[in-house]
């Protein structure tokens, strides 16, 4: 019988574990970009907010960028696909790139590190969140 208590305890404890990362503080571009570094996957998963000081586009994706720079080291970069810009578009009533610049974001996803090649030869690493869904993005602010 104590067995099946410890056991029992034990499962209750792992399951808990994820319901209390995802109920953390979000973490800011600083602490996102220090924690995809440390990360031996290059992914953190989690809750991250930022002010959209800028927004670019290429091909169908919209990038919300945490800096004026989007080659900055310490920019955080939101990569809006299809899907999801379709669904903020019917929820904001207008487009993301025009409505969510200048805004403060909260974003629920997988922060990575995402190599980018530089003409040199060299390259540099950014770091993206990944959007498919617009319930991924809240607007805080």
């Known amino acids: 019988m104590k067995r099946y208590i410890i056991a029992a305890a034990a499962l209750i404890l792992t399951a808990a574990v994820p319901a209390l990362a995802q109920t953390g503080r979000a973490m800011n571009p600083a602490q996102a970009i220090a924690a995809t570094a440390a990360a031996g996957s290059g992914t953190v998963e989690g809750v991250f907010e930022m002010h959209v000081a800028s927004v670019g586009e290429s091909g169908f994706n919209v990038y919300l960028n945490s ?13 809006l696909h299809p899907g999801a810009l379709a669904e903020l578009k019917a929820r904001l009533g207008g487009e993301a790139r025009e409505l969510l610049a200048g805004k403060h974001i909260r974003i629920k996803g997988v922060a990575r590190r995402v190599p980018i ?23 805080v602010g």
């Open 67 to 79: 800096s004026a720079d989007y080659r900055d080291a310490a920019n955080l970069s939101v990569e």
């Open 117 to 139: 090649p530089r003409r040199d030869g060299t390259s540099y690493h950014q770091t993206r969140i990944d959007v498919d869904l617009a319930s991924q993005i809240e607007i």
